[in-house]
């Protein structure tokens, strides 16, 4: 299984891509801002902007840098980066320094601990900085124009597949699903799939704020720029193709893709999503029994509206994990069994050769 991300490198895409950057409509936002030359990764850029304009916009700090977090946990540095995130108060060049640090977690949750470079060494310049500075005030003043956001960080519970088990989208609005790109260049038609395959798993997913979005956006703080497309414009061929070849639903035949929020099904007909009534039958347990699993077992639960969900390909990898543990305790046992067995016997022996002289 894969990211999003991972998914998208795997995949050819048509040529142009899926959903061509070039028939996004594209917005310029005129400023007086210039920005400069930056002394650390772009994609560290990109995060602390992110980041810290979801900070601004009241997410709360553990929640704006979740995914920093949990990339510092998995290497042991869980006590340092909630430290670093004790720093960062707002937008002020403190706080945008420290962030640049926090963020550098972020490869540790994404690609794994091998790409990891010590945060220590992250020393963003006063040109970085206020370059920083100038993108979160852009990001401000965009999402005060298009907003306000109805969830943002969000994930797809429900909506992944055999194929994708992860990935994690940047904003909602009332209408439109929007990603943040904050690069030199336009749009590329690995960001514009990217988007689209976010939008058929959050119809998919147990998530109701997708039901409302009528387009795809993306905006660059960097260029202060703002591509938007209607999902209306959008071919059933090309939302069956990316929902059955890439994503791996069912293929979809809608007369009109503008219904696509209330037809469409993933495998199964629906039926990925597990109900507590669900799980109980499949596990042959009580709710108490199901909860002390999900407690103790690390059971995969998702909570929504007070009630408990599982995806049914998580459920079937949890079973295949115990099953697993089950099976290595069973032959930790007879390994156990066997050498008590041995020594009993070297013990037995040992008696009767002391008996018989």
């Not at 601004?56 to 510092?72: N, Q, R, V, W």
């Not at 939008?199 to 905006?219: A, C, N, R, V």
Request: with cysteine.
């Amino acid at each position: 299984m894969a990211s999003v991300t991972q998914r998208i490198k795997q995949i050819t895409q048509p040529r142009g891509g899926y959903l061509k950057p070039s028939e996004f409509e594209k917005k310029e936002f005129i400023d007086n801002e210039i920005l400069n030359e930056e002394n650390i990764h772009s994609s560290l850029v990109g995060l602390a902007v992110d980041y810290l304009t979801r900070l601004m916009l009241d997410t709360p700090p553990e929640e704006a840098f979740k995914i920093s977090l949990l990339g510092a946990n998995l290497i042991g540095e869980e006590r340092k980066a909630y430290n670093l995130l004790k720093k960062i108060k707002g937008i002020d060049d403190s706080s945008i320094y420290y962030a640049c640090k926090l963020v550098g977690y972020d490869v540790c949750f994404r690609a794994g601990p091998m790409g990891y470079k010590n945060v220590d060494e992250i020393e963003a310049d006063t040109n970085t900085i206020n370059n920083i500075k100038i993108m979160i005030k852009r990001s401000i003043l965009f999402f005060n124009k298009c907003g306000p956001i109805t969830k943002d960080g969000f994930t797809f519970e429900g909506g992944y597949t055999k194929i994708i088990n992860s990935g994690d989208g940047d904003f909602l609005t009332a209408d439109t699903l929007w990603d943040f790109k904050v690069s030199k260049n336009n749009p590329t038609s690995a960001h514009t799939l990217q988007l689209l395959i976010y939008y058929i798993m959050g119809i998919h997913s147990i998530h109701s704020e997708f039901k409302t979005i009528q387009k795809l956006g993306i905006f660059n703080p960097r260029t202060n720029c703002v591509y938007l497309k209607k999902i209306s414009d959008i071919s059933n061929q090309i939302i069956e193709e990316v929902s059955s070849e890439v994503i791996g639903y069912v293929n979809i035949s809608n007369s009109n893709n503008s219904n696509y929020s209330q037809t469409s099904k993933p495998i199964s007909e629906n039926e990925d999503l597990l109900s507590m009534a669900d799980i109980m039958k499949v596990l042959s347990c009580t709710r108490y029994m199901v909860m002390k699993y999900y407690s103790e077992k690390d059971l995969p639960l998702v909570k929504m509206n007070n009630k408990y969900f599982i995806n049914r390909y998580d459920l079937i990898e949890w079973l295949e994990k115990m099953e697993a543990e089950r099976k290595r305790h069973q032959m930790i046992s007879l390994v156990v069994s066997v050498i008590a067995i041995i020594f009993v016997i070297i013990f037995m022996l040992f008696i009767f050769n002391s008996i018989g002289r």
